[in-house]
């Protein structure tokens, strides 16, 4: 049986994981295409104005655009079921769970990442 989550808007800023790369996603035959969808939504940034960048995001803090725009290439990363803090996630506790349950999501759930696709 595999889960099925959904991203939430807030996340977990505190990454301490590597960078990603290929191993880091299921599906490792659609890394390229995960890479090209990066890279054009990078392309898009770099070429858009801040105002533009509030509307698109829905921001109206310039601020926190700023968290938007890095690049992703270098940043650290987390686990997608860590990364997550919406209301769905608060009621996981994946924190609280024993090894044998976090090896069970790890395994099992699928999440939606709106840039990468299931991850």
Known sequence: MKILFSPSESKNEN??????DKDS???????DYRMQALNSFFDY????????LKEFFGIKDEKEIKK????????????AVELYNGVSYEY???NTLDKKAKDYIYKNTLIFSNLFGVV
Do not use: A, V
């Open 15 to 20: 990454c301490t994981d590597k960078p990603f």
């Open 92 to 94: 996981l506790d994946f």
């Open 45 to 52: 940034i770099k070429n858009t104005s801040i105002e533009d």
């Open 68 to 79: 938007f725009i890095q690049n992703l290439h270098n940043q650290p990363t987390k686990k």
């Open 25 to 31: 996603f299921i599906f490792k035959e659609l890394f």
